[in-house]
Each structure stands twice: as structure tokens, then as C-alpha cells.
């Protein structure tokens, strides 16, 4: 064989592992999606961490050089996310947030299954078939996790959020202004302009414990019974049906406005509680709690600027 030939031949070796390795991730990372997908809307640990880990693992094994590893799992990661918003399984806010907690996980299990690859598979005699075996293992490890997972139980986590607004105005200009918020128009946040609801109205049909009231977004609705009614002190609501699309892992149980006046001023206090499906909770909670405030600061600007009118 022509020296020359071998640069020839090293970069098609690149280019099959590279190949190998990107098909290995996207196998993987669809694969497990799938595997833990739950059409209730629970997502758990096994999703987002151990099917990071796993993809990381196996990528490895398959790619072996450190640079092909970690380009086969950058592609593998951006092609399983294009598939999963094509599809319509994943928004793009979710996979925003999620984004840190996958990326931990692939590079952990990439880290692993590379020294597994130095340390263990390269200086075994049998290194073809020890690397099919764990090949083999990887998706059962998956599969026995997310029925542990399953049956120790998916628990519903609620959380209030709460935010409050100053006004000049009196505290009835604001209750006659939040009880039939008949347009709310505020400035866009980027979480917004990726997915989250953007609120566009509110009306109230029957003043009184009992009434009911519709909030309206850009795309769905969420329909709430009044449970509080003391002008104009506070009123709360109970969400009894929501058509919000994209996030099947989140809903509202409650929502509270509290208007009390103060000094030349009126406090406004939003309470709302939302109900989660997702874990680890110490990951999710923090960001639950931004996507609500970011709604209730797009809600208390377009109050604002009603009351200063």
C-alpha cells in the first residue's frame, strides 16, 4: 500500500466513526426519550438524567477517539432535538430548560464510557464482544430504571408563586381593572417569544363566589371558578379546565389577586399554584418559578399601563 493512501484512509476512519457515533447518540437519545415518555406528562430522572448518561456512555464506546466522542454527541443532540420539535413531542421552551441538565448528563456518561473504552475494553482480548455486551445492557439498565421509576410512584409537586406590584392608583381602580382585563398588552420576554403562553384577556362572567372567569392567551385558554370575592381586599380562583398547548408536564391549580392600600399606594399581589410532573425537583423548581413570574410581570405591565392611562 502507497503511504500516501494512509491520510486517505485515517480520515475515512474519522468520517465512519463520526458516522457511528452520531447515529449511536440519536439511537439513544430517541430511543430513551421514548422509552420514558409518559403521555400524562411526568418526566422524570430517568429521562433526564439517566438517558443522558446511557447516550454518553454508548457514543463512546462506539466513537473512541475523545474529539469524534464529543462531536458525535454535540450532532447527536442537535439532530434528536430538531426531531423532537418537529414532531411536536418537545416545545422549545422545555428543551431550553432541559438543556443544561442533558448536556451534564452526556458529557458525564461520555467521560465514562471513555475510560471504560481505555481502561477496560482496549486491553481486553474479547474487546469486540465485551463493547456488544454493554451495548446490549445499556437499553435494559433503561428499561428497569423507568419501571423502578413507575412503580415507587410519579407524585404531583405544587408550588406557589408569588409577585407583587406597586400602583399610584386606588385599590378599586385596580379590582375593576383585574377583574375584565379586556386586553393585556406588554412587552415580549424571550421565554415568550419561544413558547411561553402570552396572556391576551380576561373576563369575568358573574361577579361572586361561584362566577366564573376565562383567561384567554395567544394559543388556548384557562377557564377558573371564583372561590373569593371581598371588594375591593381580594379575589381567588380556582382552575377547573385549561387548553394551554406545549406543556402537558404543567398545570394551574389556583390563582389569587390581593390589593391592599398602603401609605398613598396600592399593593397588588399575584399568587398562582401550579401543579408539576417533572424531577429532579431541585432542577425544575427554580425554573417553574421563573416562567411564572415571567407571566406575571407581562400580566402587572399591562395593568400598569391600564391604571396610568
Not at 413507575?150 to 385599590?171: H, I
Not at 429532579?280 to 392611562?309: D, S
Amino acid at each position: 500500500m502507497d503511504i500516501n493512501d494512509a491520510p486517505q484512509l485515517d480520515g475515512t476512519n474519522l468520517a465512519l466513526g463520526l458516522l457511528a457515533g452520531v447515529v449511536t447518540a440519536m439511537v439513544f437519545g430517541v430511543g430513551g426519550f421514548l422509552l420514558a415518555y409518559n403521555s400524562q406528562g411526568y418526566m422524570g430522572s430517568v429521562l433526564f438524567l439517566l438517558v443522558p448518561i446511557a447516550t454518553g456512555l454508548a457514543t463512546a464506546l462506539v466513537a473512541r477517539r475523545r474529539n469524534v466522542i464529543i462531536a458525535s454527541l454535540i450532532l447527536g443532540l442537535l439532530f434528536c432535538t430538531a426531531i423532537l420539535l418537529l414532531t411536536g413531542f418537545e416545545g422549545f421552551v422545555c428543551v431550553l430548560m432541559s438543556a443544561p441538565l442533558i448536556a451534564a448528563g452526556l458529557a458525564l456518561g461520555g467521560l465514562f464510557g471513555w475510560l471504560v473504552r481505555v481502561h477496560v475494553i482496549d486491553k481486553s482480548r474479547s474487546s469486540k464482544s465485551l463493547t456488544l455486551l454493554m451495548m446490549l445492557v445499556i437499553p435494559m439498565f433503561l428499561m428497569g430504571a423507568n419501571r423502578t421509576e413507575e412503580s415507587v410512584g410519579r407524585r404531583l409537586r405544587m408550588q406557589t408563586v408569588s409577585d407583587t406590584l406597586v400602583v399610584d392608583s386606588s385599590p378599586e381602580s385596580a379590582w375593576n381593572e383585574l377583574k375584565s382585563m379586556e386586553s393585556i398588552t406588554a412587552s415580549k420576554t424571550f421565554l415568550m417569544k419561544i413558547g411561553l403562553p402570552v396572556p391576551v384577556s380576561c373576563r369575568t362572567e358573574g361577579e361572586g363566589v361561584g362566577g366564573k372567569r376565562t383567561c384567554y392567551f395567544e394559543h388556548g385558554f384557562i377557564e377558573e371558578r371564583i372561590t373569593e370575592w371581598d371588594f375591593p381586599r381580594s379575589m381567588k380562583f380556582d382552575v377547573v379546565a385549561s387548553e394551554v398547548p406545549g406543556r402537558p408536564w404543567l398545570s394551574f391549580r389556583d390563582a389569587s389577586y390581593e390589593i391592599k392600600r398602603v401609605d398613598n399606594h396600592t399593593l397588588i399581589t399575584r399568587n398562582t399554584t401550579i401543579v408539576s410532573r417533572l424531577s429532579p425537583a431541585w432542577y425544575w423548581r427554580p425554573l417553574e418559578a421563573i416562567g411564572v413570574h415571567t407571566e406575571h410581570a407581562y400580566l402587572f405591565e399591562g395593568l400598569k399601563n391600564k391604571l396610568n392611562k
